[in-house]
């Protein structure tokens, strides 16, 4: 007897199985959200390494950035310092853009949490089970990777449709 409730609660735990399963299917709408969170983070990535090299190519005391590479290979090494002759002023240029480097992480960690988390993005729920299909299945990682060259296209060939700000001429 406990052999065939043992052998139902079985078959009664994959009816359920099966219909979370079908419950939890992943849909376009699914995959669309999830590959423009991807874009968006993609590009605030870019953005933020954009500022960085800014810091570092704009700033005058880096001379193009030839003098930021002298900097960072003595950096921590008080004879390499003292031989470079790294300056207050440089050291303290270099401290900014060291700082800014370690801060991107956390800031790149909140920005993508804040995508995910917000519902009218995305939500927790539909990045979990994205992430969840796309391990499960190929094909689906294949669809998302597709989507999201898709729309990076588009957002390039945008991009280059801009016409070019005219001085009055």
């Keep these: 007897m406990k052999k065939v409730l043992l052998f139902g609660a079985l078959f009664a735990f994959l009816g359920l199985a099966a219909y979370a399963q079908d419950e939890e299917k992943v849909t376009d709408e699914d995959l669309t959200k999830y590959a423009n969170v991807e874009v968006t983070f ?21 001379q193009g950035g030839g003098r930021y590479n002298e900097i960072k290979a003595a950096w921590g090494d008080e004879a390499k310092m003292t031989e470079a002759k790294i300056t207050d002023e440089e050291k303290a240029a270099f401290t900014e853009v060291k700082d800014f480097q370690e801060s991107l992480q956390s800031v790149l960690k909140e920005y993508k949490t804040g995508l995910i988390m917000d519902e009218e993005i995305l939500g927790a729920g539909t990045y979990n089970k994205v992430l969840a299909a796309t391990k499960d299945d190929p094909a689906v990682k294949e669809k998302l990777d597709g989507m999201i060259a898709e729309m990076k296209a588009k957002q390039e060939a945008e991009e280059k449709d801009i016409p070019e700000p005219t001085d009055g001429k």
């Design 42 to 62: 993609d590009n605030y990535v870019n953005a933020k390494t954009d500022e960085l090299k800014a810091m570092i190519l704009e700033n005058e005391i880096f």
